[in-house]
T-cell receptor
Framework: GENVEQHPSTLSVQEGDSAVIKCTYS??????FPWYKQELGKRPQLIID?????GEKKDQRIAVTLNKTAKHFSLHITETQPEDSAVYFC???????????FGTGTSLTVIP | EAGVAQSPRYKIIEKRQSVAFWCNPI?????LYWYQQILGQGPKLLIQ????????DSQLPKDRFSAERLKGVDSTLKIQPAKLEDSAVYLC??????????????FGSGTQLSVL
């Protein structure tokens, strides 16, 4: 099965700085890569996703990049704000069966 | 649109007791998932249903865990008997379930289980 690794496990940044979280996957058949944000005690919420036919996708302060050759993808948050503090999970999926495999999570703290 | 509904929100039981969780997916979503999320870890798939059929239950500890999705809508997950290591958040999720396309996964708020 698929194996998704995520780094770093914890990340602290000053407000206004950028944050980058990286994930690697093992199965070259994976073709869909969502990112979820989970605030303390709340459900994981989809914040951005990318499909394998695209190299980069942006949504305001959030962007995701994908390198299919190297089998890694990254989440970039620019101009971080305290409300960005949460745990972020990456995941990999392929459409056959629509199964999702999650990384271990990154706890992001934005220091005001 | 209404989200994925789960109950109860919290449950505290003693080891060897049994417990059941309930999930109602987003209306029209054919695929339903149960995930176990242990503190500090990512969600781990326990079982995946497509309508009322099981797609994947390879990581479900079948000696103590069971799940059903009668009529292809609501689902229940049961643990009997519970062990200390079952303490976790149990997340239900759903997706549309169309084949040959990647689909977004929507999560419920989860049930936080504490086994004492």
């Amino acid at each position: 099965g698929e194996n998704v690794e995520q780094h770093p496990s914890t990340l602290s940044v000053q407000e206004g700085d950028s944050a980058v979280i990286k994930c690697t996957y093992s199965d070259s058949a994976s073709n869909y890569f969502p990112w979820y944000k989970q605030e303390l005690g709340k459900r994981p919420q989809l914040i951005i996703d990318i499909r394998s036919n695209v190299g980069e996708k942006k949504d305001q302060r959030i962007a995701v990049t994908l390198n299919k050759t190297a089998k890694h993808f990254s989440l970039h948050i620019t101009e971080t704000q305290p409300e960005d503090s949460a745990v972020y999970f990456c995941a990999a999926s392929w459409y056959t069966g629509n199964q999702f495999y999650f990384g271990t999570g990154t706890s992001l703290t934005v220091i005001p | 649109e209404a989200g994925v509904a789960q109950s109860p929100r919290y449950k505290i039981i003693e080891k060897r007791q049994s417990v059941a969780f309930w999930c109602n997916p987003i209306s029209g979503h054919a695929t339903l998932y149960w995930y176990q999320q242990i503190l500090g870890q990512g969600p781990k798939l326990l079982i995946q249903f497509q309508n009322n059929g099981v797609v994947d239950d390879s990581q479900l500890p079948k000696d103590r865990f069971s799940a059903e999705r009668l009529k292809g809508v609501d689902s229940t997950l049961k643990i009997q008997p519970a062990k200390l290591e079952d303490s976790a958040v149990y997340l239900c999720a759903s997706s549309l379930g169309r084949s040959a396309t990647n689909e977004k996964l929507f999560f419920g708020s989860g049930t936080q289980l504490s086994v004492l």
